[in-house]
T-cell receptor, first 112, second 113 residues
Framework: SQQGEEDPQALSIQEGENATMNCSYKTSINNLQWYRQNSGRGLVHLIL?????REKHSGRLRVTLDTSKKSSSLLITASRAADTASYFC????????????FGKGTKLTVNP | DAEITQSPRHKITETGRQVTLACHQTWNHNNMFWYRQDLGHGLRLIHYSYGVQDTNKGEVSDGYSVSRSNTEDLPLTLESAASSQTSVYFCASSSGGSYNEQFFGPGTRLTVL
């Protein structure tokens, strides 16, 4: 079963605009991660936020985590055509498991 | 540079044949994972391993097997390929612990006719 569910499923914006993607999950987590997948490629890790953190930044990426609502958001500022990709959230549940549970992804298209 | 590779990148096979997909990582990671990616389903975990001689079933393990004889490799075997196993397969590895980001291979596109 899917732990994370991204919203929206697809997002189309113009270059320079901000893109916001959301992720909801069901169980208590140790951390939440965001990955990017370019067409025909493997996933690439973007950013990790721990359950005791509320916000994290990395370059043009901003991730927030609200454990009370079991949700996270990924903001990409000043988007570029090269940001066109699918974005997935993945959760590591509390406990000893090293498994990640991935959502179905948000397909982002940035139009030049 | 450390990397994770998969072979073959594309494979076409027939129903009932045994198929093995290779995964090799040079990160020296203990943890390795196999996923399949299908439209509308995202990534689903097939099998995973936390070290040599350790293997575990994931969410969609029926019809698949893995073995871990060394740290670097985790081959995925489809015992008797079925059309429902047509998919893109990704291998990943991680060091585990607090920062358990996974590093993914480029994927293998498998078609079962």
């Amino acid at each position: 079963s899917q732990q994370g569910e991204e919203d929206p499923q697809a997002l189309s914006i113009q270059e320079g605009e901000n893109a916001t993607m959301n992720c909801s999950y069901k169980t208590s987590i140790n951390n939440l991660q965001w990955y990017r997948q370019n067409s025909g490629r493997g996933l690439v890790h973007l950013i990790l936020i721990r359950s005791n953190e509320r916000e994290k930044h990395s370059g043009r990426l901003r991730v927030t985590l609200d454990t009370s609502k079991k949700s996270s958001s990924l903001l990409i500022t000043a988007s570029r055509a090269a940001d066109t990709a699918s974005y997935f959230c993945a959760t590591k549940t509390q406990g000893g498991s090293e498994k990640l549970v991935f959502g179905k992804g948000t397909k982002l298209t940035v139009n030049p | 540079d450390a990397e994770i590779t998969q072979s073959p990148r594309h494979k076409i096979t027939e129903t009932g044949r045994q198929v093995t997909l290779a995964c090799h990582q040079t990160w020296n990671h203990n943890n390795m994972f196999w996923y399949r990616q299908d439209l509308g389903h995202g990534l689903r975990l097939i099998h995973y391993s936390y070290g040599v001689q350790d293997t575990n079933k994931g969410e969609v393990s029926d019809g698949y097997s893995v073995s871990r004889s060394n740290t670097e490799d985790l081959p995925l075997t489809l015992e008797s390929a079925a059309s429902s196993q047509t998919s893109v397969y990704f291998c990943a590895s991680s060091s585990g612990g607090s920062y358990n980001e996974q590093f993914f291979g480029p994927g293998t596109r498998l078609t079962v006719l």
